[in-house]
């Protein structure tokens, strides 16, 4: 890929409003922006989602930076590769760490595709404008979470808009959902744990009836708490994400047994092996696939591919990203597995101004799919200077 100098810059936004979970509050966002320049000039770019502090994940801005700059970067140099894909493998002798191995690898991506001159979804394989959306990948467990959906999506030029209400306050809540029913979102997750599930999802359900709903618990339950999820199922929920503990699969295949509602894993994907094994658990009926949880864009592929398979749904997760990682997930979310509107929101859902160009909205619950090489999105240079922090350059040459 001849690769002459990668940058690495933290940066650092206000939300907003703030982003509520069980776990805690977030109202400003860090994040590592890669950019992958080539000899002749050309510029990819990834972005390192790992949060300030290790709440979803053990991984941090800071680890994420020491691992980028002490071990991966180094790495890459003494071993040029001339694919996206063989970053995973080279990699693969430096445990987990699998949110700075993304970064490096969503920029490597942007890159290839920009060398190739050809969008980025159609360098993962979706068949743009040709290929019928979201009519493939449904499973016997899943009818109901997918039931009025799939009917409705057209070729793939563009793909459905699902955004988050994380709120602890039940009347904001319903406010958010409103704002967002009205700008044309096609699935809202709400944020939820046994201080106010029953109370907060049955309230929207019953302003909203029609409207595809999940909930996410972010580990917020045990299996105790069995009883109490089950009351659930009588609100119609799409699914429950990730009820029980990060890194479980036995005891959420006990809960799945108990409920009508499909289960979700989340956190407990970390890796293709993971998404294998829970299947093969029965620990979940749909999986949410997130490029920078499991190393990158070529394990979210094998991923997605492996679920489509099995006739498991999957639908592309959300981390509070800036404009890059939100492109590439633009373009992972074009595959045909992935059935169910993902967390891609505008970019306005979080900031005052991102770091791309146009940025990124949803039109009558749709996102366009961009058609221009790479992610299809350009930097707004002068933004992410703004927003910078701290940045370094790696020289390859």
């Not at 991984?59 to 890459?76: D, G, I, K, M, R």
């Not at 980025?120 to 959906?149: C, I, N, Q």
């Not at 799945?256 to 970390?270: A, F, V």
Request: hydrophobic fraction near 40%.
């Amino acid at each position: 890929m001849n690769i002459s100098a990668i940058k690495l810059s933290i940066i650092s936004m206000p939300l907003k409003q703030p982003f509520h979970t069980h776990l805690g509050t977030v109202k400003e966002r860090e994040a590592i922006i890669v950019e992958a320049i080539d000899r002749e000039g050309l510029s990819g770019f990834g972005e390192g989602v790992a949060f300030s502090s290790p709440w979803y994940t053990e991984e941090t801005v800071a680890t994420s930076w020491h691992v980028l700059t002490e071990f991966l970067l180094p790495l890459l140099k003494r071993n040029p590769v001339s694919h996206p894909r063989e970053v995973f493998g080279l990699f693969s002798g430096i445990r987990r760490n699998h949110m700075a191995k993304s970064a490096i690898e969503l920029a490597l991506w942007d890159l290839y595709a920009k060398q190739k001159q050809v969008p980025l979804a159609r360098l993962l394989g979706a068949e743009m404008g040709s290929a019928p959306f979201g009519t493939e990948g449904k499973s016997p467990g899943a009818e109901r979470d997918l039931a009025g959906m799939v009917e409705k999506l057209p070729r793939v030029d563009r793909i459905p808009s699902g955004v988050v209400v994380a709120s602890k306050d039940e009347a904001e809540a319903l406010e958010q959902t409103a704002k967002y029913v009205e700008e044309g979102y096609q699935r809202v997750k709400v944020k939820i744990s046994p201080a106010n599930d029953y109370k907060l999802l049955s309230a929207i359900r019953g302003a909203f009836s029609n409207l595809p709903i999940m909930a996410d618990a972010n580990s917020a339950y045990s299996l105790d708490d069995a009883e109490r999820l089950k009351v659930l199922d009588e609100l119609n929920l799409l699914m429950i994400e990730q009820p029980l503990a990060h890194n479980d699969f036995i005891e959420h295949a006990k809960l799945q047994k108990q409920i009508s509602t499909p289960l979700c894993l989340d956190e407990s994907i970390n890796s293709y092996s993971d998404a294998v094994m829970a299947i093969a658990f029965g620990s979940c009926r749909v999986i949410a696939v997130k490029a920078g949880k499991v190393g990158g864009l070529g394990e979210a592929v094998r991923i997605h591919d492996f679920c489509k398979a099995e006739g498991i749904p999957v639908w592309c997760g959300g981390m509070i990203e800036f404009g890059i990682s939100r492109a590439h997930n633009i373009a992972l979310a074009s595959l045909p597995g992935f059935t169910i509107p993902g967390d891609l929101s505008s970019s306005s859902r979080f900031w005052e101004e991102d770091i791309i160009e146009p940025e990124i909205t949803v039109e009558d619950g749709w996102i366009s799919i961009p058609r221009a090489p790479g992610i299809g999105f350009s930097i707004n240079r002068k933004r992410l200077e703004q927003v910078t922090l701290r940045e370094e350059v790696y020289r390859f040459n």
